[in-house]
Nanobody, 120 residues
Framework: QVQLVESGGGLVQAGDSLRLSCAAS???????MGWFRQAPGKEREFVAG????????DHADSVKGRFTISRDNAKNTVYLQMNSLEPEDTAVYYC??????????????WGQGTQVTVSS
């Protein structure tokens, strides 16, 4: 089992950038990793996923071209680079992990989340 801790959230203005980090308690080499978000009053949604080696990624249509997921297995850390932030990106962002190699679908392990607020 892996424990995940997100960091890097904050309050920014529209158009700004943020980089979220997800530090794992153990080695993440075997895990598919993902980022999700949940805005107030909305269901949690998939943002991005990356396979165990970093060779394949997927991003939600709403963030394509603006957000990029990456991973550094040597540091047991996954990142979400967020550029051109919009007020609609305001949400709690969660890091997640699973053994299943598919990038979407259900994930098994979750972090506590980090708040991202984008002002207009």
């Amino acid at each position: 089992q892996v424990q995940l801790v997100e960091s890097g959230g904050g309050l920014v203005q529209a158009g700004d950038s943020l980089r979220l980090s997800c530090a794992a308690s153990g080695r993440i080499n075997s895990y598919t990793m993902g980022w999700f978000r949940q805005a107030p009053g909305k269901e949690r949604e998939f943002v991005a996923g990356i396979d165990w080696i970093g060779g394949a990624t997927d991003h939600a249509d709403s963030v394509k071209g603006r957000f990029t997921i990456s991973r550094d297995n040597a540091k047991n850390t996954v990142y979400l680079q967020m550029n051109s932030l919009e007020p609609e990106d305001t949400a709690v962002y969660y890091c997640a992990a699973k053994f299943n190699p598919t990038l979407g679908g259900e994930y098994d392990f979750w972090g506590q989340g980090t708040q991202v607020t984008v002002s207009s």
